[in-house]
């Protein structure tokens, strides 16, 4: 069976071509080549002289042209002089007016107008016949030479026959529907794997990648392509579901399934194309495979079309059950498998039923779709099955910085553990918060309850507040619990604290939206402090209800301990001071700490005391904190000497391990005043500062300062420069001006102005002999920079970005070191120096959204450029001719060049170009024809240009990723 009608709707044909010629003209030759190619594709194809003995009767060969979608008719001189020719001729246009058959005329050896008007050796041909049916048959010619089709006089037979082969490609593709009506969804993610697969263009070797959660559909999505494609290839494959041994190849699990399955590009003929399926990212990384696609989620629209499809067999919900299917869909969250899953389990029920599985869902998921996503769960190393079960039960939603801590504080390695699971989809990453499907969080959640699924108290983790409760209420905890979570207790705090006391496996509890006056009296908390469970290694508690820790509370094991918003003034009841060596991780933010001893915790690593209000001292004595790196003092107004640093400064030995402090502080009456052996590096960020920073001593000389909008500041003139070993400085929103005398920082690398009112720069910015970085951004006001700004003879990176600057300055030629220039949305940009080509050292010019017509030659002499942006440069109408001299270029950026309509030849010359990206250059109709010779080119994107046809020359490129019209993408013959 041809593949090209998959859709039960669709004619099934036994031959995908038939071949109509004249044998004594072709047959040994043009249409030996022909078939030989259609036939190297597996393309079923029918000539009459292998089909039929001699003496057949002709129904048999109208039976084969019925039975055929694509005739080839090969017009040659002898063509018309056989009336068995003309009879399959007279029966193909018969066929050829149903739409579901295609005819394509080839001119061998004869012209156009012969065939169309009959003249010449047609005409002569047609006069040897004398019956009836020649009128019939002269119309049949007639109406053929008008179909459009290949003329091969002066053409190379080999180019006409790839275009033909390609164009019967082009038009038996399936309807891609795999034998399932149902699939939803499909086009786009076809499309965008299409181009990774370079189908035509490129005779390279490539293995492609579809990474997903289970039942996302990637199996689907290849096995869709499959049907699509194979019919390009000689022989092809599909192996599904590999396991322990084993070419689309699905789900793979290991990298030495992989290694054993395809192990080198170099096993395969060019122009093989390997599609693995895995929901482990790591082994298509381990095997080196580069085009790698993450199938998404389907959307609300497309949910509910499979769903309906599977419930209700057609494309909507039926009238009534609309609200019952969108809670169906919510509670899917996008993933086919389920949607399908519970669509074919809901069909033909009443809707008392559908309510009743709706309420069963909440507590028992279904079990189908577990077994499909627990694979991934059971491939876990052990620490790595621990992470992903504390991630469904109670991390889903943190911030990833903050999971990391509670998991480190339980000795895992959370980190690795965590990239893990994102690689295995079963978490993903977003905005450094931690996030999970929805059924992959009840996959973790049912793998902890269901060895005692009615014992919840011989669960290892436990996030319900109900079953919580429960357990406390009979105190009937177990070793088995090792993590709690639980906010809004009912119970009195006696129950409470002795339920837990009694977990002596309890690692983790976090507890949160309690009351402020949960134990009431200082005397209610007496008479339980002292079941304060001991084994813990991780405590939090928000808005911890007491003034200080029990003394009963040994904390020996504890690493990370968290008490936000917590009326705590003192660390530990009496005054008493503990010996913390395992601690790392201490948070009293927003508490009302009046005082912190930290001479007992050897190990503390990070320390959070935002919002702070009434802390006044810290005390901490040498030794004491030789692993400390982050400091929080946002909001501690009271903590107004920094006292603190000035405690540290005796550590001059103990501190030299310290590579970085960074201090935060919202609020501060004076500047901090530290020894610099004591700190090696200092990254200071203030937000209010009064008073401008003093002179230092000591000679500090790596001071980072960066001043937030400091709206008290006035002034800071003399001050700032009296740091004379300031490397870095940023001013956010809180300065009218810069300081004239900014050249006395001879020590200064970095100098950052973000979203200011200034109005100019001082000359003096030009005297910075050391700046390396130079950054303006959202600086509206600031209409043009120093002319001198050339002799910032060490400048490296140069960023404007949102400004009213209208040119560069002319000596920006001089800036010899420099190798960033970006020059973004500055709207009112007009034009480029024209020494701009002198800047020897330059490899990224980015001119995002200016006002540029054109640039200038020069530009050319840039021999070390190897990224030239210019996104949104409206007005820009051309480029220099010699462009191609840019030999270092491997990035070429015109998209939204709405006025570019050339792209100059000598860009072939960049060989090691690899990225072109044309999108929005609607005017750009063609490509240079030797673009073939971009060996290196890995991507061109020529999503809405006028471009309408690729340079053949494009095919000999290999790795080539095409992004565009589908429709271009396709090969699209020269017809005349």
């Known amino acids: 069976m041809a593949l090209s009608s998959t859709s039960s709707n669709q004619k099934s044909f036994k031959y995908d071509v038939f071949l109509s010629f004249r044998g004594v003209d072709t047959r040994r030759t043009f249409v030996d080549r022909l078939y030989g190619s259609l036939k190297q594709l597996s393309i079923p194809t029918f000539r009459d002289n292998e089909e039929f003995e001699k003496g057949k009767q002709i129904d048999e060969l109208f039976k084969a042209i019925e039975e055929s979608k694509l005739f080839i008719i090969v017009f040659s001189k002898n063509y018309a002089s056989s009336s068995w020719c003309l009879k399959e001729l007279e029966k193909i246009m018969e066929c050829q007016r149903k739409i579901e058959h295609i005819a394509y005329p080839i001119y061998y050896d004869v012209d156009l107008s012969e065939i169309r008007k009959q003249i010449g050796e047609v005409g002569g041909a047609f006069s040897k016949h004398s019956n009836e049916e020649v009128g019939k048959w002269e119309e049949a010619v007639e109406e053929a030479g008008h179909l459009v089709g290949w003329d091969m006089r002066n053409r190379e037979e080999a180019e006409v026959i790839n275009e033909i082969v390609e164009q019967i490609l082009l038009k038996l593709r399936p309807i891609y529907l795999s034998n399932d009506e149902n699939l939803i969804g499909m086009e786009p993610r076809m ?61 793979v699990d290991n990298a030495d399934q992989l290694e054993a399955l395809a192990g080198a590009t170099n096993w395969f003929k060019g122009g093989s194309r390997i599609i693995i399926t895995t929901r482990d990212k790591q082994v298509l990384t381990a095997h080196r495979v580069n085009m790698i696609h993450n199938v998404s989620f389907l959307s609300d629209e497309e949910a509910i079309c499979l769903f309906s499809r599977h419930a209700f067999g057609r494309s909507i919900p039926i009238q009534g059950y609309e609200g019952l299917s969108k809670k169906v869909v919510n509670y899917a969250a996008g993933l086919p498998l389920t949607i ?117 108290n011989k669960h290892s983790r436990l996030w319900i507040r109900e079953e919580i409760e429960d ?58 402090k002292q079941y304060f469970p001991n084994a813990l290694q991780f405590l939090s508690w928000e808005g911890y209800p007491v003034l200080s820790l029990p003394q009963a509370f040994k904390a020996n094991n504890l690493v990370g301990l968290e008490l936000p918003s917590s009326r705590i003034t003192k660390l530990w009841e009496s005054g008493e001071r503990k010996v913390l060596k395992k601690l790392r991780f201490l948070d009293l933010s927003f508490s009302k700490l009046r005082t912190l001893n930290l001479d007992m915790t050897p190990n503390l690593e990070r320390l959070n005391l935002n919002r702070c209000y009434d802390l006044r001292e810290l005390q901490a004595p040498a030794g004491s904190l030789e692993k ?78 960066n001043l937030q909008p400091c709206t008290k500041l006035e002034s800071v003139s003399g001050s700032i420069c009296g740091l004379k070993h300031l490397r870095e400085l940023t001013f956010h929103g809180c300065i009218p001006e810069v300081p004239n005398d900014l050249d006395q920082l001879q020590c200064l690398e970095k100098l950052s102005l973000l979203s200011t009112h200034i109005t100019r720069l001082p000359d003096s910015i030009c005297m910075l002999k050391h700046l390396r970085s130079f950054k303006l951004e959202s600086c509206r006001l600031l209409e043009e920079l120093p002319k001198d700004l050339g002799q910032l003879e060490c400048l490296e990176k140069l960023s404007l970005l949102s400004t009213g600057i209208r040119r560069l300055p002319d000596s920006i030629y001089m800036l010899r070191r420099l190798r960033s220039l970006k020059v973004r949305s500055c709207l009112l940009l007009e034009e480029v120096p024209d020494d701009i080509g002198q800047i020897a050292c330059l490899e990224k010019l980015n001119l995002l959204s200016a006002r540029i017509r054109c640039l200038p030659d020069s530009i050319c002499m840039l021999k070390h450029l190897k990224s030239l942006e210019l996104e949104s440069c409206v007005l820009l109408e051309k480029l220099p001719e010699d462009l191609g001299k840019l030999e270092c270029l491997e990035k070429l950026i015109l998209t939204k060049c709405i006025s570019l309509e050339h792209i100059p030849n000598s860009i072939c010359k960049m060989k090691r170009l690899r990225y072109l990206d044309l999108p929005f250059c609607n005017q750009v109709e063609k490509l240079p024809e030797e673009l073939g010779s971009l060996e290196c080119l890995e991507e061109l994107n020529i999503k809405c240009t006028g471009i309408t046809r690729l340079p053949h020359s494009i095919s000999s490129l290999k790795g080539l990723r095409i992004v565009g019209s589908i429709s271009l993408l396709e090969f699209n013959p020269v017809f005349f």
Request: overall charge neutral; glycine content about 6%.
């Open 471 to 528: 357990m406390l209420s009979r105190n009937a905890g177990t070793d088995a619990t090792t993590c709690i979570r639980l906010e809004q207790v009912e119970l009195s705090p006696e129950i409470v604290m002795k339920g837990l006391g009694n977990l002596q496996k309890l690692r983790v509890l976090l507890l949160s939206e309690i009351d402020d006056d949960y134990f009431g009296t200082h005397r209610k908390f007496d008479q339980v």
């Open 340 to 456: 399908k899953v519970l669509g074919s389990f809901l069909r033909g029920k009443e809707e008392f039923l559908w309510m009743d599985a709706l309420t069963r869902l909440e507590t028992i998921p279904s079990q189908e779709t577990l077994k499909k996503l627990e694979l991934s769960y059971i491939s876990l190393e052990d620490d790595h099955k621990e992470i992903f079960l504390d991630v469904a039960c109670f991390m889903k939603g943190l911030q990833k910085e903050d999971a990391i801590r509670i998991l480190e504080s339980c000795g895992l390695h959370a980190i690795y553990g965590l990239t893990v699971l994102e690689q295995k989809s079963l978490i993903s990453i977003s905005n450094q918060r931690l996030s999970m499907h929805d059924r992959i969080e009840e996959l973790g959640r049912n793998i902890v309850r269901r060895s005692h699924p009615r014992e919840p």
């Open 628 to 705: 400390l790196v982050y400091l929080n003092l946002i909001g501690c107004s009271r903590f107004r000497s920094f006292s603190f640093i000035k405690q540290l400064e005796p550590l001059e030995l103990q501190l030299l391990s310290l590579p970085k402090l960074d201090v935060i502080v919202e609020s501060l009456g004076k500047f901090p005043r530290y020894s610099r052996d004591n700190l090696p590096k200092l990254q200071f960020t203030c937000f209010y500062l009064e008073k401008h920073p003093p002179s230092t001593e000591n000679g500090q000389k790596s001071v980072s300062l």
């Open 191 to 251: 499309l965008d794997l299409e181009s990774s697969l370079g189908l035509g263009w490129n005779n390279d070797v490539r293995m492609i990648g579809i990474v997903g959660m289970g039942g996302i559909g990637k199996t689907t999505l290849a096995r869709a392509i499959f049907d699509k494609v194979s019919f390009h290839f000689e022989g092809k494959s599909f192996v599904e579901n590999i396991r322990e041994v084993s070419r689309v190849s699905d789900d």
